[in-house]
């Protein structure tokens, strides 16, 4: 993505096409309670999903096709430590998998784990305010933002994408969406998100003791 020279204010008017197209496309995000903690990742591999959930660690049970409320839905008001309802379907080269109110897909050994079938970009945030970006190639994490605790992390998402965050209401979702745009080529619609998808309820991966950072990389036989 073209780096600006000066970052605008956000809520500024702004002439350029691009500001368009990858931050105001966003604001979904940041407006809407469905939206309050979301993972998704995109993974450049034409295979069949199943290699990818397996390269990431995790057993699964099919689903059917499922609309993001559906899924939203899953755990009927109550939450289950142990699965993680998943959408996933194709963007360009992509495929990109869905969790409404998951995080399976921001643990960076399951992250590293799918980037040994490709490249891997995964966007996390929650409601309690944590919020990551992950990018991995390769079967090892080749950078991570961490916007909640790391203030270099979100000027770096400032300088990417050319928005000042500083504002507490500033769209750090949003802003957070539209780097990701400039790095797979492809924009993630609202109206795409909540359509129906091919689905999956995931067995969430068990971290050893060991490994606080849940880093370990699972064994993948292709």
């Known amino acids: 993505m073209p780096q ?6 956000w809520g500024a008017t702004f002439g350029q096409d691009e500001w368009v197209a990858t931050i105001e496309g966003y604001v979904w995000a940041d407006s809407e309670e469905d939206f309050i903690s979301l993972t998704v990742a995109w993974i450049k591999y034409s295979g069949p999903t199943g ?3 397996r390269a990431g660690g995790n057993t699964w049970t099919p689903w059917g096709r499922q609309t993001f409320m559906s899924a939203l839905d899953f755990h009927g008001g ?3 430590v142990d699965h993680e309802p998943l959408l996933f379907d194709r963007l360009g080269p992509w495929l990109v998998l869905i969790a409404p109110n998951g ?12 980037s040994r079938l490709g490249d891997v970009v995964s966007v996390y945030w929650n409601v309690e305010g944590n919020m990551s970006i992950r990018e991995a190639q390769h079967g090892q ?34 802003a957070s969406l539209a780097l990701v745009e400039g790095l797979t080529g492809e924009v993630l619609d609202r109206d795409w998100v909540l359509a129906e998808h091919e689905g999956v309820v995931l067995d969430r991966r068990v971290w ?3 490994d606080p950072g849940s880093i370990a990389v699972a064994p993948y036989d292709p």
Do not use: C, K, M, W
């Not at 600006?4 to 204010?9: D, G, K, L, Q």
């Not at 916007?147 to 949003?174: C, F, K, M, T, W």
């Open 51 to 53: 290699d990818v959930l």
């Open 208 to 210: 050893a003791g060991d």
């Open 103 to 114: 995080f399976e897909y921001a643990y960076p050994g399951v992250v590293a784990g799918a």
């Open 141 to 174: 994490i080749a950078r991570h933002l961490d916007l909640r605790i790391n203030e270099s992390d979100l000027r770096q998402v400032e300088r990417e994408v050319g928005v000042s965050l500083d504002d507490p209401y500033a769209p750090v979702h949003a």
């Open 4 to 9: 600006r020279t000066a970052v605008p204010e």
């Open 78 to 80: 109550d939450f289950d």
